[in-house]
């Protein structure tokens, strides 16, 4: 049996990873998780310059999940250079680097900052509903998220993944628009943006008022999708959107994925990755399996 994955030319060990934002750079959860069993860490959001983020609260509970508007808080693209690379690059897993901006331009400058470091793909966020310019401004209009996949395929060095916004009517639009500007591989869903109002308080329960939805009240949307996105395009899919368990991954890997991410079930549950690659195992072996493309519906 082998859970081993090939995206884009990057061979994980496995199809499972974690998902940007939830997991820092892996720092604080390597005393929890043995970081050298995951298919790869993607790292949080990461811009040319240092972004203080949202003001707070920035994080509330729902039913079935939480809102966040962190507003992509992140060190900027030195720092992460010279601290967070040289930690994962102590392990034997891949390095996904999540990239955020404000313009094209500001993508374009972490992308070239990043093509001589030890990085094996980039996630291009052009999907984050919490910031006010770029964001899900590039993420939502399909002749931008082509343009913009274009420009950033021009400059990378390594396979681009473009991480698509479930904020739209049709997210086959913008999946085919970024396999026509060259993207090598789709990752979806980000969060979906919601509200919540603290009714004693007469307040939003956010500063941001609006936040990105996420955890399992996501889920069934995010296999919708990634079931379409995974038909309408030739490049590889990454499922994501409410993963708690061995069994929601499997979903979104019969719903046509060919690796998948886990966020939210981290802040619970520090170890759902390796969980879920052991799950997966176990089902593997119980149906008879060979390798992960089998368990895709057919
Ligand atoms: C606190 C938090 C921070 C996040 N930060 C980022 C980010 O920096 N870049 C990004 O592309 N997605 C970010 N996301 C979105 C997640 O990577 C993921 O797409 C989404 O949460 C759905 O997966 P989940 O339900 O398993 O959490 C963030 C999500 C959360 C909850």
Not at 42 to 49: D, I, P, Q, R
Not at 282 to 287: A, I, L, S
Request: proline letters at 5%; aromatic letters at 6%; glycine letters at 10%.
């Amino acid at each position: 049996m082998n859970l081993g994955v090939n995206l884009a030319g990057v061979q994980l060990k496995n199809p499972v990873m974690t998902a940007s934002g939830t997991f820092g750079s892996g720092v604080e959860y390597s005393e929890f998780v043995d970081l050298n069993r995951l298919g790869a860490v993607v790292t949080k959001g990461v811009a040319n310059v240092p972004w203080p983020g949202n003001p707070t609260p920035r994080i509330a509970e729902v039913t079935g999940g939480m809102l966040n508007a962190i507003g992509l808080q992140n060190p900027g693209i030195e720092t992460f250079c010279k601290r967070d690379i040289p930690f994962l690059k102590q392990f034997d897993t891949k390095i996904i680097v999540n990239v955020c901006g404000k313009t094209t331009e500001e993508y374009l400058e972490v992308v070239e900052r990043l093509s001589d470091e030890p990085v094996d793909m980039l996630e291009i966020n052009i999907s984050c509903p919490n910031v006010k310019e770029g964001g899900i401004a590039f993420g939502q209009n399909p002749c931008s998220v082509e343009e913009i996949t274009k420009a950033v395929k021009k400059k990378a060095r390594q396979p681009v993944i473009m991480k698509l916004s479930p904020n739209v009517t049709d997210i086959t639009e913008t999946a085919r628009a970024a396999e026509a500007g060259g993207a090598d591989v789709v990752s979806l869903i980000n969060t979906l943006t919601g509200m919540k109002i603290d009714i004693h308080r007469r307040t939003f329960a956010l500063a941001n008022q609006t936040g990105g939805l996420s955890g399992p009240a996501v889920k069934p949307v995010a296999v919708r999708m990634v079931y379409q996105v995974s038909h309408a395009v030739k490049v590889p899919v990454i499922g994501m959107g409410g993963i708690l368990t061995a069994e929601d991954a499997i979903e979104f890997l019969l719903a046509g994925a060919s690796a998948v991410a886990v966020g939210t079930a981290n802040f619970h549950n520090p170890s759902a990755t390796l969980d879920i690659v052991r799950g997966i195992e176990e089902y593997m072996e119980r149906y008879g399996m060979e390798q992960i493309s089998d368990i895709r519906l057919r």
